[in-house]
């Protein structure tokens, strides 16, 4: 049997993992690079029996699925994946099962993108590096606002971080109720005044139908000239082009973004050249514990589905 591993962009797949248990049965292939449209992903795969997919980055819609005749296994990191259409994958008799990852990266990554605009840390890193020294005003963390869209479980850990800092959290989503927020120390606050009040507004949603485009131009226009958005969940719960009109008009002091509408991010994107944005290339959950848990679990799933199990179906 032939399996592939997809999107391995750091090509640790291999080495933080131990693959013996089903290295006899299996004839294992790394693909390190994306491998492009979907014309593109069926050439790359049609021969292989088992993938391992990396979280969202490569997408197995239907179209791709129903052309990927010997495919039986698609293993996904983590217990999510919505770029698998997973009825279709059923309707293919193909198992799709997830693996154990890490609760936390993303919260941790969240207040590394806080820290670094409200500290100017790029810029003053910049600097440091030309030959200069200080170049900008910072702004501190005690007594601001800081707004959580999403009081989950990620939510839930920032707004922790943030009670330490002396930040007065609060926080709205759909389903938020007064009682859970009373529960975790923070404040309930409607949307409008969420974002009308925060001096940073941080996005902890899944994405949905509900929660695609959340926050256009008419919630920008409610921030403070003076605040921060930081996005580590989806990038198409923020209307890009209205996020893009945003910095650059000043309506908002500066974004830090984890996650984008297309992914990896186009080399001309006009994000990039936005001095008032903070940008990672998804890696909130690229972290060497992460992999090991992820890559790990996949083991785990292969080992079990050629004994005939399926661990942790998804579908």
């Known amino acids: 049997m032939k399996l592939a591993i997809l999107d391995d962009y750091h090509s640790v797949a291999l080495n933080v993992a131990d693959w013996s248990p089903v290295e006899p049965a299996v004839q294992i292939s790394v693909f390190e690079a994306p491998l492009g449209d979907a014309d593109d992903v069926v050439r790359a795969l049609e021969g292989f029996d088992i993938i391992v997919a990396m979280r969202e980055r490569t997408p197995f819609p239907r179209y791709v699925l129903e052309r990927l005749p010997k495919l039986r296994l698609l293993v996904t990191t983590g217990m999510r994946n919505l770029s ?34 409200v500290k100017q840390i790029p810029a003053e890193n910049l600097s440091m590096h030309r030959g200069g020294w200080q170049i900008s005003l910072s702004t501190g963390l005690q007594n601001n606002t800081l707004g959580i869209l999403g009081l989950g479980k990620l939510g839930l850990q920032v707004a922790r971080v943030g009670l330490a800092f ?58 403070k000239p003076t605040a921060y958005l930081v996005n580590t969940s989806r990038g198409p719960i923020v209307q890009e082009s209205a996020l893009i009109t945003a910095l650059q008009g000043g309506a908002i002091a500066g974004a830090g973004l984890d996650v984008f509408d297309n992914e990896p991010l186009p080399q001309n994107h006009p994000l990039r050249g936005l001095d008032n944005a903070v940008l990672t290339g998804h890696t909130g959950y690229v ?29």
């Not at 941080?202 to 926050?215: A, E, F, P």
């Open 84 to 117: 698998i259409e997973l009825a279709a994958a059923r309707e293919q008799g193909i198992d799709v099962c997830g693996t154990p990852m890490l609760g936390y990266p993303a919260a941790e990554h969240t207040w590394a993108l806080i820290l670094a605009l």
């Open 166 to 223: 002396g930040m007065k959290v609060q926080a709205w989503s759909a389903n938020l109720t007064p009682e859970h927020c009373a529960e975790s120390g923070v404040v309930y606050a409607s949307r409008e005044e969420l974002f009308s009040t925060s001096d940073i507004v941080t996005v902890h949603l899944v994405l949905s139908d509900r929660t695609r485009g959340l926050v256009g131009p008419t919630e920008f226009q409610m921030m």
């Open 287 to 315: 972290m060497r514990e992460n992999y090991i848990t992820g890559y790990g679990g996949a083991v785990e799933a292969i080992s079990a589905w050629l004994n005939g199990e399926s661990l942790r179906l998804l579908n």
